[in-house]
């Protein structure tokens, strides 16, 4: 049987994003007025419109500020995992500090939504070898950060312990969920939302999704609310790159992951992980060692779209 396709979102507001950093400084966000519950109940209502259940990977800080939102989140069936405490970038931390984001953020959701927290996407996608460990000591049973593409990402990380394409692989008792890629030629594109999702007419992406899908490999797509946010601040001062990256056809969005929702069955990654992934999962190097061995990679620095 193949797996059912795992929907997720990483609930943050429009100004935590990177790309929107060099205008709107980090200190500035606890003064900011949130437009994320609005643009969030909106997704909660379209995926209850569909009989879509998805894993919404909540910031921390969001959580704080809005308890209210993560216990609509657990108490519509969605799962609630982590997003990182206050979105910072793994490789921009270290080990002490993410610890403590990682459990921080897990403890506060499970307070808040009453369930417990499986799983963590990092930032930007930002991981590295020595978080692995880190998030499996932390009590994670899966991390979903991971984008396998061959196409050069500035920020996105790449764990030398991770296979290159492989979308499930078990190392340590941790399941790394990849981000799905679309094989074409010797690449593998990035087919599993963001600003790719937004820009590539959505028949031909839908038939890309279906190809991952049919060839049996698990799916997962990953989407913002402030990607649906059409009323959001437009921001001056950005280099072309960052404003095509955020803004990019979010007019058009949400008709687009209407689409999606209505045209797959979908489910949550901790399903994926614990009913579809078995078949799957080939132990790979065991974390705990290579994050010694294999030291800390920094990830190639390029520009793609996000
Ligand atoms: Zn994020």
């Known amino acids: 049987m193949k ?8 609930v943050e507001d429009w100004f935590q994003v990177e790309n929107l950093r060099r205008v709107i400084p980090r200190d500035s966000w606890p003064a900011r007025q949130l437009r994320v519950e609005r643009s969030m109940d909106r997704m909660l209502q379209l995926m209850a419109d569909f009989g879509v259940r998805s894993t919404c990977f909540v910031l921390g800080s969001i959580a704080e500020r809005t308890p209210q939102l993560v216990r609509r989140i657990a108490d519509a ?4 995992a982590s997003h990182g405490y206050d979105h910072g970038l793994i490789h921009e931390s270290d080990r002490a500090s993410f610890r403590t984001d990682v459990e921080r ?5 499970e307070e808040i939504s009453d369930r417990p927290v499986r799983g963590y996407r990092a930032p930007s996608f930002s991981v590295t070898d020595w978080a692995l460990p880190i998030l499996q000591g932390a009590g994670y049973e899966y991390d979903s950060s991971h984008f396998p593409t061959t196409i050069g990402h500035s920020r996105y990380g790449r764990p030398s312990v991770l296979h290159k394409t492989r979308p499930l692989t078990s190392h340590a008792g941790l399941v790394e969920v990849s981000l799905s ?5 010797a690449h593998a594109l990035p087919w599993a939302g963001g600003g790719y999702f937004r820009l590539i007419p959505y028949p031909a992406f839908r038939a890309g999704v279906r190809r991952i899908i049919d060839s049996g490999s698990p799916y997962v797509f990953y989407i913002h609310p402030w990607e649906l946010d059409t009323g959001q601040p437009r921001v001056s001062g950005l280099k072309r790159s960052e404003r095509m990256r955020h803004y990019l056809g979010i007019e058009r ?3 687009r992951w209407t689409s999606l929702l209505r045209d797959f069955r979908w489910g949550t990654i901790a399903e994926l992980v ?3 992934a078995p078949p799957f999962l080939l132990p790979a190097i065991d974390v705990a060692l290579t994050g010694v061995v294999g030291g800390e990679r920094q990830p190639r620095v390029t520009v793609a779209l996000e």
């Open 3 to 10: 797996p059912t396709p795992a929907m997720s979102i990483d």
């Open 253 to 255: 969005a949400e008709a």
């Open 274 to 276: 614990k009913r579809d």
């Open 181 to 185: 890629c679309l094989p074409i030629g």
């Open 105 to 109: 953020s897990k403890a506060l959701l």
């Open 77 to 80: 069936g969605h799962e609630v």
